[in-house]
Structure formats: structure tokens, C-alpha cells
């Protein structure tokens, strides 16, 4: 079985007036859908919840709301897949170091915080940012990501899907 997780960060509402309409499209068929942090509001959760089950961490920019009612991190279990989540995850370089030592047992880790897409593998642990999906600071677009996860090859795959300007 192939699990499709749609992944999004840094949505900042209610300064971003709303989640982007592509979302409805790419994430349609989703099980399930990762925050990774920075959505400011509870009611993004139960807006993205429409969709699909969505499991979320707070961010370092938060209404009390959200810091009372999410973790600073957590760690699921899709498919054969242990997915570590949390905002922030340091400097690029020490990524995969800091992964290590917040999931030790993850075989994916998602991040936020930067407004940066990442998707890279890094001795068998792949650490995926998917950018922002509302605000692109120096990125060319914004973005959201998705992860396939086969449990027939016990394989993860991430991709970065650009949003329309």
C-alpha cells in the first residue's frame, strides 16, 4: 500500500487572510496531513480537517490558543513509516544531526520555520520542509509538500509542489 500524506507549514493566519484554494486540489486525496508549525490559529486545523485527518505541532509564531492546545513536537506512525515532527530544527547545516537527536527512531522528519523547501535524504532519514504555503519571503513561489510512503518496498519519497503566484 502507497500512503499519501499531504505536508504544509507556515501558514500564519490570520495575517495571511486565508489557505491557499490549490490546497483543496493537491491534497484531495490525501489520508492524512502534517502542520509542521507556524499556523497561528486553531481554526486553520479544523479548516484543514475538511480534507483529511491532521496531526500538527505549534510554532514559534503562535496565539495562546495554539501554544496551549499542540506540542513542540511529536512522532507518528504511517505505515511502516515513524514521521518526526517539529518546527524548528536549527541551522541547514546540523539538520540531519538535530533530527537524529530529537527522532532517533524516525525515518522521515518534517520541518517548518524557514520558508525554504528541503527534501533531502541524509543516511537513510529523509528531512523534508515543504516552504510555506501562504508566505514565500525570498522563494520564487510558495509551497506545500507531499509524501508517498510504501510499505510493499518500505520506501518514502517527498515532494515539493510549487503554488501558483
Same mark, same amino acid.
Given at each position: 500500500?502507497?500512503?499519501k500524506?499531504?505536508?504544509? $507549514?507556515?501558514t500564519?493566519? !490570520?495575517?495571511?487572510?486565508?489557505?491557499?484554494?490549490?490546497l483543496?486540489?493537491?491534497?484531495?486525496?490525501?489520508? @492524512?496531513?502534517?502542520?509542521a508549525?507556524?499556523?497561528?490559529v486553531? $481554526? #486553520?486545523?479544523s479548516e484543514l480537517?475538511?480534507?483529511?485527518p #491532521?496531526?500538527?505541532?505549534q510554532?514559534?509564531?503562535e496565539?495562546?490558543?495554539?501554544?496551549?492546545?499542540?506540542p513542540?513536537?511529536?512522532?507518528? @506512525?504511517?505505515?511502516?513509516?515513524?514521521?518526526?515532527?517539529?518546527?524548528?530544527?536549527?541551522?541547514?547545516?546540523?539538520?540531519?544531526?538535530?533530527?537524529?537527536?530529537e527522532?532517533?527512531?524516525?525515518?522521515?522528519v518534517?520541518?517548518?520555520? $524557514?520558508? #525554504?523547501?528541503y527534501n533531502? /535524504? @541524509?543516511d537513510?532519514?529523509?528531512?523534508?520542509?515543504?516552504?510555506?504555503a501562504?508566505?514565500?519571503r525570498r @522563494? !520564487?513561489?510558495? $509551497?506545500?509538500?507531499m509524501l508517498?510512503?510504501?510499505? /510493499?518496498a518500505l520506501s518514502?519519497r517527498?515532494?515539493?509542489i510549487?503554488?501558483?503566484?
Open positions: 500500500m502507497v500512503h500524506v499531504g505536508v504544509l $507549514s507556515d500564519h493566519l !490570520p495575517r495571511f487572510k486565508r489557505l491557499p484554494e490549490a483543496w486540489e493537491h491534497f484531495a486525496d490525501v489520508e @492524512q496531513i502534517i502542520h508549525g507556524d499556523l497561528s486553531l $481554526s #486553520v486545523l480537517e475538511t480534507i483529511a #491532521v496531526v500538527a505541532v510554532g514559534n509564531v496565539y495562546d490558543e495554539v501554544v496551549e492546545a499542540l513542540i513536537k511529536r512522532e507518528i @506512525q504511517v505505515g511502516f513509516c515513524r514521521i518526526g515532527i517539529v518546527h524548528i530544527l536549527g541551522d541547514s547545516k546540523y539538520y540531519a544531526r538535530n533530527a537524529l537527536v527522532f532517533p527512531r524516525a525515518r522521515v518534517v520541518f517548518g520555520h $524557514s520558508h #525554504v523547501p533531502k /535524504e @541524509q537513510g532519514l529523509l528531512l523534508f520542509n515543504p516552504g510555506s501562504t508566505d514565500r @522563494q !520564487p513561489t510558495c $509551497s506545500i509538500g508517498y510512503i510504501d510499505d /510493499e518514502v517527498g515532494e515539493i510549487p503554488l501558483a503566484s
